[in-house]
């Protein structure tokens, strides 16, 4: 009994600590897509974050708010400094993350249910966790998911016609890049229609000559 109670223990630290460092996860996983995997989506997000992020840090200096010391990353504040503490709190950032996700896909009129669910869950977990902590109250986490809701859809609206862009643009890049030996695709660059082939540089389509079928070739020639 006593092993059952301290692999629930050890498991429930486990997941505070994977929420305590949450937010930095988050930023990595945007960065990396725009920076090494040259996918726009991450790049509005990553923005999105960097002012959702500098709004709250505007908000916490006007206000001056004090920060909880179990609210810290990296450890608990000592004296007066503020070292281990985002801008804003966890529950505020997955909310804004999570609106923006669940507002593309009521713009498009289609429920992904896999980031549906993943997001959801991942939100309780992060309220749950600072809740058991003590970094926040249930009125504060409400408080933060609400205005990381508001945040995230208002961010959503703003870029959303660059967000279904970079999301068209993602979807044709995979599609030209598939790698059969046999696919072409086609691009219209200022009105010329270019025909890219895995094998070769692309080309224009008036340059490419339609080949004759073997079983033809000489037919007329001998007719």
Request: charged share 20%.
């Amino acid at each position: 009994m006593a092993s059952i109670l301290e692999m629930i223990e050890s498991l429930m630290g486990m997941l505070h600590t994977f929420i305590r460092f949450i937010p930095l996860g988050i930023y990595s996983f945007a960065y990396l897509n725009a920076a090494i995997f040259k996918d726009t989506k991450g790049a509005i997000i990553l923005l999105g974050l960097i002012i959702n992020d500098f709004i709250g840090f505007v908000f916490k200096r006007y206000f001056k708010f004090e920060p909880n010391a179990q609210c810290a990353i990296f450890g608990n504040k000592t004296g007066d400094s503020r070292l281990g503490f985002l801008p804003n709190a966890h529950t505020e950032m997955v909310a804004f993350l999570t609106a923006f996700i669940y507002s593309d896909m009521w713009a498009e009129y289609k429920l992904e249910f896999i980031p549906f669910i993943f997001m959801l869950l991942l939100l309780l977990l992060t309220t749950w966790s600072r809740i058991s902590i003590g970094c926040k109250t249930l009125n504060d986490a409400i408080f933060n998911i609400l205005v990381g809701a508001v945040l995230g859809m208002l961010y959503y609206y703003f870029i959303k016609e660059k967000y279904a862009d970079a999301k068209r643009g993602h979807t044709a890049r995979e599609a030209c890049d598939m790698g059969y030996n046999n696919y072409k695709c086609n691009e219209i660059k200022d009105g010329t229609v270019i025909l890219k082939n895995p094998k070769g540089p692309a080309r224009d389509l008036d340059s490419v000559d339609e080949e004759e079928p073997k079983s033809f070739q000489g037919w007329y020639d001998s007719a």
